[in-house]
């Protein structure tokens, strides 16, 4: 039986919850997902995560679902102050991991718990330091297919990992869902972890 409704498709943010022992129950919402002018990086992630646990409630309710609390989820990196999404293609891609190589960046994740009008965010940061990085090597990572869907163009999970010089923070953060923050919201909402 479910504990929570997750409102992300992302295999990644449903591998960490089993990790913590939430069970829960997975579907995919539809938000218009845009950085406002003059809109911080912190705002944006944040915004867009209550969004997304705002939709999920919405999509509950209207399937007559039974009522759980929604957990929504963004992630994005940002490096000199630009926020670095998903790559469109390779170029993007390129643009992205050349901006990252031999240098620091930061990895944001929002998260938003809804449960009818309550609604309970906060945000984990992590700091990722990469090696310098060859313009071969981002063309054969690029062909793996594995930079497709992830933020600033990389998988700490996957093959992304052997960019990574050092990190600073939360792991799970950069993966996706910094579940050392993700866990003690759910227990806001009386959501049992394995603990």
């Avoid at 999920?56 to 679902?65: P, V």
């Avoid at 050092?166 to 972890?193: M, Q, R």
Wanted: with cysteine; charged share 20%.
């Amino acid at each position: 039986m479910s504990a929570i409704y997750l409102a992300s498709q992302s295999p990644r943010r449903a591998e960490l919850l089993r990790q913590v022992g939430v069970p829960f129950t997975q579907f995919s919402v539809d938000i218009f997902e845009q950085h406002q002018r003059g809109e911080s990086a912190d705002a944006y992630v944040a915004r867009l995560a209550q969004e997304k646990a705002q939709a999920g409630w919405r999509h509950c309710q209207a399937k007559g679902w039974v009522s759980l609390p929604v957990l929504g989820s963004d992630t994005v990196v940002v490096c000199d102050e630009h926020i670095l999404e998903k790559p469109a293609d390779l170029h993007e891609a390129q643009q992205t991991l050349q901006l990252l190589s031999g240098r620091s960046h930061r990895v944001l994740s929002a998260l938003a718990v809804v449960f009818g009008a309550r609604c309970e965010w906060a945000i984990a940061t992590t700091e990722v330091t990469f090696r310098r990085i060859s313009s071969v090597e981002i063309e054969r990572y690029w062909a793996t297919g594995e930079p497709c869907d992830k933020a600033g163009a990389y998988g700490i999970q996957g093959l992304g990992a052997v960019f990574v010089e050092s990190i600073s923070g939360s792991y799970s953060n950069v993966v996706g869902l910094p579940l050392e923050t993700t866990v003690p919201l759910l227990k806001k909402f009386d959501v049992a972890c394995w603990q």
